[in-house]
Antibody, heavy 121, light 107 residues
């Protein structure tokens, strides 16, 4: 059974940094692209960043480009998202999601339960 | 950026009735469209990909159709567990984008 468990969320002041992690199990992690999607309170879904199975391809939403970094450790089955210079508009539940293949099938067939990031002074 | 527009924002339907949800893309996305269901306090769940292919374990009452810029998700006979918010998502180009969602509520 595919399991995705996010961690690292919490309360942070504007301008601060956070590193989110997603522990994956139940599948061959290195064979699948992974993605972060976020959802602000009471709002819809927003794609944040994706990374290919071998880590060679990375894409970012404009809203986080230049102040975030997606990475993966295929030996530890872990996906990460570092976000710097946090803004109040980054407040959201952050989900990690598994894609269908190593790259190119950019829909999300499994999701974690999410980790809440609150940016406030 | 490809803008995805869903309508209506809210759909009131009685159990057992058919629900038809629409999703429109600002430019053609061919058949690279997925649908998700999200219930309160839960993560989204994949329903449909490739515009019309049901994901594993999704009941046959869910069906997707369309291509290009116009897409439809149909729930043939609404069950109590189907009342939720539904999102479409295009994956033809970066950035990947979602529609704003349609909330299906009990009439």
């Amino acid at each position: 059974e595919v399991q995705l468990l996010e961690s690292g969320g919490g309360f942070v002041q504007p301008g601060g940094s956070l590193r989110l992690s997603c522990a994956a199990s139940g599948f061959t992690f290195s064979s699948f692209a992974m993605t972060w999607v976020r959802q602000a309170p009471g709002k819809g879904l927003e794609w944040v960043s994706s990374i290919s199975g071998n880590g060679g391809y990375k894409y970012y939403a404009d809203s986080v480009k230049g102040r975030s970094a997606i990475s993966r450790d295929n030996s530890m089955n872990t996906l990460s998202l570092q976000i710097n210079s946090l803004r109040t508009e980054d407040t959201a539940v952050y989900y990690c999601a598994k894609e269908k293949s190593t790259w190119g099938d950019n829909w999300f067939e499994a999701w974690g339960q999410g980790t809440l990031v609150t940016v406030s002074s | 950026e490809i803008v995805m527009t869903q309508s209506p924002a809210t759909l009131s339907v009685s159990p057992g009735e058919r629900a038809t949800l629409s999703c429109r893309a600002s430019q053609s996305v061919s058949s690279t469209l997925a649908w998700y269901q999200q219930k309160p306090g839960q993560a989204p769940r994949l329903l449909i990909y490739g515009a019309s292919t049901r994901a594993t374990g999704i009941p046959a009452r869910f069906s997707g159709s369309g291509s290009g810029t116009e897409f439809t998700l149909t729930i043939s006979s609404l069950q109590s567990e189907d009342f939720a918010v539904y999102y479409c998502q295009q994956y033809t180009d970066w950035p990947l984008t979602f529609g704003g969602g349609t909330k299906v509520e009990i009439k």
